[in-house]
């Protein structure tokens, strides 16, 4: 409590000035304290108090059992803005410090119990100031000062606050050993990393990893820019990428970039950055993650996976699927022309070329295989690959050296491709305006090239082969009079030939969906029987099946057919397939029909040449032989011949009936 009014001589005459805290100390009631009017206090409070209020250091007193407090102008800033000044003054310790108090007790104790001063060196103890709770240092001691009977009245707190100090040593090493770790992370990385000036692009520190992985020694990449790690063409692509980086803060991504080492070869590399103050400059370190074998073989694979979906589409030709297929192995290897040519008859014809020049292809088409016939024709005379690095100096190259110097191709590699009976179909080739031998990806993408290409051609021979067949069985099935069939047993399905609306007449297409819309159209005495024998053909373990029944057709006639089906087994001996003919048998079943009655009609008239002419002939002959031998007269002469005349009248209505029977036979 202060009171302006207060005049205690005692404060006056030794607190003559004192700054603020002076001022206030002269000014404050002391009566309404536990230490009472100042004119009262013991010398010893007095001389303390004159040299706390007058020193420049900063100093603190609690004195008495209540240990009221004193402080003056140097300690006056620790206690920090609308906090515990000016309340702190003449309050009792306890109740100023409840923060820190279980802290700072026990030095006070150990003090004031006659203990020895206490000394501290940035010591934390946090208090709360400025609002809040702070972490504060200080440097500080706790000495006695002892009142008039010689023990210790007061604890004198000699100070200095060193949170600023403690900060900036605590700065100075974490700096200490964020450089220690930046330099164990930087040079053990298994990941290139640079660090480079964002103003001038200079690189102004590399990892060993960078040095090996680039192709470099570390005085040559220190004289670098970034921008001699790039292509020319990618130069643009860098300086709009560095639009920002100055002012980014974090991590920062530009993205996925085409690097060159120092032998002037291509890498693909994910970079990953970070701003920070390196050699007190504006800095950007670089992480560079090579993903040229990720994206290689992901480029790889997206391309062989698109080209066998087309392969496989029904109207894709051979020329367009090759065409694609090479354009895209040399977008993923810029600078390589890619070239198919089919073998024949010991000769090569271009299949395929994107991107080399048509007098060229022109030149060599037809060319003859052999030793010296360049790499595609030395490939398939010796049936092996052929790496020319350098066309100009290699005697495969012999017959077509000034050929390939006119249009600047200066290497060459070629591979044969097989068919599956290990003949030489094709060779797969890449040319280079540069001399050079494959790189490890270029390796993988010939082997794999290999039999993408095999599977592409083979698939087009077949399905070529498979034309002219279908066109074979077309064409013979419109040819013959037969009704071709094509029974899947699996899908329950029957195809047919032309000749089914051929010979049946029937309109309603030439696929029926199973045997039972067959059976349909069999005739009803003969059903039962056709069934039964094809169901145990199928089941029974036999090759063929052949049966004779009636077939109705369209206009409600029978027709009276022969079919014959050879069935088709898997592996296991299961029927999975039957292909046969229905032949139309009716005019042939007429024939016989008619030959067998015109048989019959001819048996019966051989039995009445036998029988029923045999009677009245033995009548006529035995009547004559009765006139010869009785030498008959009169009357009983008459009778005879009466019935010798009866017995030829009958035999030549047999005679006539007979050759009626001829006449119908021979159809008069």
Not at 124 to 144: A, C, H
Not at 317 to 340: A, F, K, Q, R, W
Not at 615 to 627: F, K, N, S, Y
């Amino acid at each position: 409590m202060q009171k302006t009014d207060i005049g205690y001589q005692s404060l006056h005459r030794y607190i003559k000035d004192g700054g603020e805290m002076g001022e206030l100390t002269r000014t404050f009631n002391w009566e309404d304290t536990v230490l009472g009017n100042p004119d009262d206090w013991p010398q010893s409070l007095l001389t303390t108090l004159g040299i706390i209020l007058h020193s420049k250091f900063p100093m603190f007193l609690w004195w008495g059992p209540d240990l009221i407090q004193f402080y003056n102008d140097a300690f006056r800033p620790s206690l920090g803005k609308d906090g515990r000044h000016p309340t702190a003054l003449g309050q009792r310790g306890e109740d100023c410090w409840p923060e820190v108090w279980s802290v700072i007790k026990p030095l006070i104790d150990q003090v004031m119990n006659g203990g020895e001063a206490t000394w501290s060196v940035d010591q934390l103890i946090p208090i709360f100031r400025n609002g809040k709770m702070e972490d504060v240092y200080w440097t500080f001691s706790y000495s006695p000062v002892n009142g008039e009977s010689g023990e210790p009245a007061g604890v004198l707190v000699i100070c200095n606050e060193t949170t600023d100090l403690v900060a900036k040593i605590k700065a100075k090493d974490e700096l200490k050993n964020s450089e220690e770790i930046y330099q164990i992370l930087f040079t053990s990385s298994p990941l290139p990393k640079w660090v480079y000036d964002l103003e001038t692009l200079k690189i102004l520190d590399v990892n060993e990893v960078a040095l090996k992985r680039y192709g470099y020694t570390r005085d040559e990449f220190l004289k670098l820019t970034v921008m001699d790690l790039r292509p020319e063409e990618e130069i643009p692509q860098l300086l709009a990428a560095q639009k920002g980086l100055a002012s980014s803060t974090g991590t920062v991504y530009p993205g996925i970039f085409t690097h060159q080492r120092k032998d002037k070869s291509r890498l693909q590399v994910e970079i990953w950055g970070a701003r920070f103050s390196f050699q007190e400059t504006n800095s950007l370190m670089v992480v560079a993650n090579d993903v040229t074998d990720t994206l290689y073989y992901q480029q790889l694979d997206k391309l062989e996976t698109r080209i066998l979906k087309i392969n496989v589409k029904e109207d894709s030709s051979l020329h367009n699927v090759l065409m694609d297929y090479l354009t895209g192995i040399e977008e993923i290897h810029p600078g390589m022309l890619c070239s198919m040519q089919r073998v024949k008859n010991s000769q090569i014809f271009s299949l395929a070329s994107p991107s080399l020049p048509k007098e060229f292809l022109d030149a060599i088409d037809g060319g003859k295989i052999g030793l010296s016939a360049g790499s595609c024709g030395t490939a398939a005379f010796t049936r092996q690959k052929i790496i020319v690095a350098d066309i100009a100096n290699d005697p495969h190259w012999e017959n077509y050296k000034e050929l390939a110097a006119r249009f600047n191709l200066k290497a060459c590699w070629s591979a044969p491709l097989f068919d599956r009976g290990g003949n030489v179909m094709a060779t797969f080739a890449n040319y280079f305006h540069e001399v050079r031998t494959p790189t490890e990806h270029e390796e993988n993408t010939i082997k794999r090239a290999g039999r993408i290409l095999q599977v592409i051609l083979e698939s087009f021979q077949r399905e070529q082969s498979l034309k002219e067949s279908n066109e074979k069985y077309f064409y013979a099935t419109e040819a013959t009079s037969d009704a071709i069939w094509d029974w899947d047993l699996l899908a329950e399905k029957i195809s047919w030939g032309q000749g089914y609306k051929t010979i049946f007449g029937y309109d309603e297409g030439l696929v029926t969906e199973d045997k039972q819309t067959i059976a349909a159209h069999i005739h009803p005495d003969d059903i039962d029987r056709v069934l039964a024998g094809l169901d145990k053909a199928i089941t029974g373990g036999q090759t063929n099946w052949q049966d004779e029944y009636r077939y109705i057709k369209q206009d409600g006639t029978y027709a009276y057919v022969i079919d014959k089906g050879v069935i088709i087994r898997d592996d296991a001996g299961k029927a999975t397939r039957m292909v046969g003919a229905m032949q139309d048998i009716t005019k042939q079943h007429q024939k016989e029909q008619m030959l067998k009655s015109l048989n019959e009609k001819l048996i019966e008239i051989s039995w009445m040449q036998s029988h029923v002419i045999r009677a009245p002939l033995t009548r006529i002959m035995g009547l004559i032989q009765l006139i010869k031998d009785l030498k008959m007269e009169g009357e009983e002469k008459d009778q005879v011949l009466e019935y010798l005349l009866t017995s030829a009248y009958e035999l030549d209505d047999v005679i006539k009936n007979i050759t009626d029977k001829s006449a119908m036979v021979q159809g008069k």
